[in-house]
């Protein structure tokens, strides 16, 4: 499985299809539909949030899809994917990769450490970790994950000076682990992403920048208000 996947996504743009709850696009037809359009645009993958969405869009197009579970706990600070349970039910409507928190905070590592260990035993699908630093890449790759994304780059507390993409981080990871990086964080433009693939990515996530119109409207409003 894992050489189909890394057949399939070398050198792609993964587009993640995801809606706020609430937001007029919070619906898993809908965002089938982004994802059906992300596939006609030449997308290798997807990458999606709950298994209601998951499963709607793995009905409606042919890629992997990279599945996550959201879940914001009172008191915790960790909210994708943060148990085994999640994992599982992420893993049960269909997702080929299952993303999950793998960062220092919560003093995370015994409990992902026990989540790899039951997925591996559970279900045929292969793992990514979400990262914020290099030191948690690293742990990453010693826990045994498939593929790393730094996809929590500027969400964690102690990387919250970070809110732009972060080549640096990126060029790093790909150089130094052994493991499948996937470029993920604060991409917005096609020359980003292309930068990302030449400092080593195995492939590109890309969110908001393609399938989020209030964040895309908001950049702009932004702008022009700069300029009064």
């Not at 894992?2 to 995801?18: A, F, G, H, T």
């Not at 499948?180 to 964080?185: C, D, F, K, L, Y």
């Amino acid at each position: 499985m894992i050489k189909d996947l890394l057949d399939r996504l070398e050198r792609k743009l993964i587009v993640s299809c995801q809606a706020r709850k609430g937001q007029p696009f919070d619906s898993p037809y809908l965002l089938s539909l982004f994802a059906k359009a992300a596939e006609i645009g030449g997308a290798g993958g997807i990458r999606a949030n709950q298994p209601d969405n998951v499963i709607a869009i793995k009905n409606a197009v042919d890629l992997p899809v990279i599945g996550i579970f959201k879940q914001y706990i009172p008191g915790r600070e960790v909210f994708i994917t943060p148990e085994f349970d999640d994992a599982a039910a992420v893993a049960r409507a269909g997702a080929d990769i299952v993303a999950m928190d793998c960062t220092l905070r919560e003093d995370r590592e015994f409990e992902v450490r026990k989540i790899v260990s039951k997925m591996r035993n559970s279900y045929p699908v292969a793992l990514m970790a979400d990262v914020s630093t290099f030191e948690e890449a690293l742990l990453a790759q010693d826990l045994g994950f498939d593929f790393i994304a730094p996809t929590l780059t500027g969400f964690t507390s102690y990387t919250s000076q970070w809110s732009e993409f972060d080549i640096d981080l990126l060029e790093k990871m790909c150089k130094s682990l052994t493991i499948p990086v996937i470029a993920e964080g604060h991409i917005r433009t096609p020359e980003q992403a292309r930068e990302a693939i030449r400092v080593g990515s195995f492939a590109v996530v890309v969110g908001k920048a393609i399938t989020m119109p209030s964040e895309i409207t908001k950049w702009f409003v932004q702008e022009i208000e700069s300029s009064h």
